[in-house]
């Protein structure tokens, strides 16, 4: 079997395309698997990604950005290298890349997971040879609920707080994560505010046509009812509008809330599971969907328990050290702590 795929210091590179994947430094060609940070960084010459991420990566790159969009299942080739985008469910526009050549098959995943937010496409699991597959949360403990039931309880906290006359406060990614909280609050409660940073995201994918629940910007000049919800990133507990808020009740949803020690930090008041990753059981059924025998693990949280699965399965496993970050900015600027404390 070739090395149609190598991992390299500017990230993971098609030699026969001479084209990266979500290169972490700056290259000629890169396709993007999806619109965060870690996976689309600035200075490269020119962009590829789904249809969807091209607003979204222009907004964080800049206007004038060398892109092109393409569709879900809609091959491209380049030096004879056929490329193709398929959904990965992450995040609206996220894409696994489909890499063929000569017959055989590689797939990186990036970021991923398997539940339908009602907002990203659903994840494809897609047959392939090779498999480089993210594996973030690659520990049995991490189990996602149903999303249903998180929902039930981020509105019943809620309600509880506005009996109260608490404000409530939910932390969470700009992109992804807050547009998946605004679809599934439930409205009647109170007005929901969010942050002006993710309003300026609301309104890139709204202009796309894509159904987001309308929403307050976040305006301190004006009062707030104690029965609102805000919606609004991590590095909000370190501002001063944390005070202007108060008095208030803080909640992060993250899939690190599976573990105690964060759940019970100081920064937070309560923890909602809510990944847009994939769990533990979603990423051996994602392997096995595939039919690959050859897995690459890259992570930016756990991945050593599941390459022992994988290797006590039969499959030829190698970990896989990349710079994407995943979740762990996330909950790390939100706890202010690594996730290797707990």
Known sequence: MSQLLEFTSSGIYCPIADVYIDPWRPVDRAIITHAHADHARIGNRSYLAHNDSVPLLKHMLGEYISIEGVEYNQPFYINGVQFSLHPAGHILGSAQVRVEYKGEVWVVTGDFKLVDDKISQPFEPIKCDVLITDSTFGLPIFEWQPQEIVFEDINNWWLENSENDNLSVVIGYT?????????????????????????????????????????????????????????????????????????????????????????????????????????????????????????????????????????????????????????????EETLGVGVDSF
């Open 175 to 331: 992109l992804g994560k807050t547009q998946r909280l605004l679809h599934h609050l439930e409205r009647s409660i109170g007005p929901v505010y969010a942050h002006g940073s993710i309003e300026t995201v609301n309104k890139v994918l709204r202009k796309q046509g894509i159904n987001i629940p309308t929403v307050e910007k976040l305006d301190m000049n004006k009062p707030l009812e104690r029965n609102s919800l805000v919606l609004a990133m991590p590095s909000i507990i370190y501002s001063p509008l944390i005070k202007d808020l108060s008095p208030c009740s803080i909640a992060a949803a993250s899939g690190w809330m599976s573990l105690r020690g964060a759940r019970n930090t100081p920064n937070i008041d309560k923890g909602f599971v809510l990944s847009d990753h994939a769990d533990w059981h979603q990423l051996i059924q994602s392997v096995k969907e595939t039919g690959a025998r050859k897995i690459y693990l890259t992570s930016s949280g756990y991945s050593s328990a599941f390459s022992r699965w994988l290797e006590e399965n039969g499959y030829d496993v190698t970990e896989v050290e990349t710079k994407f970050t995943g979740e762990i900015k996330e909950i």
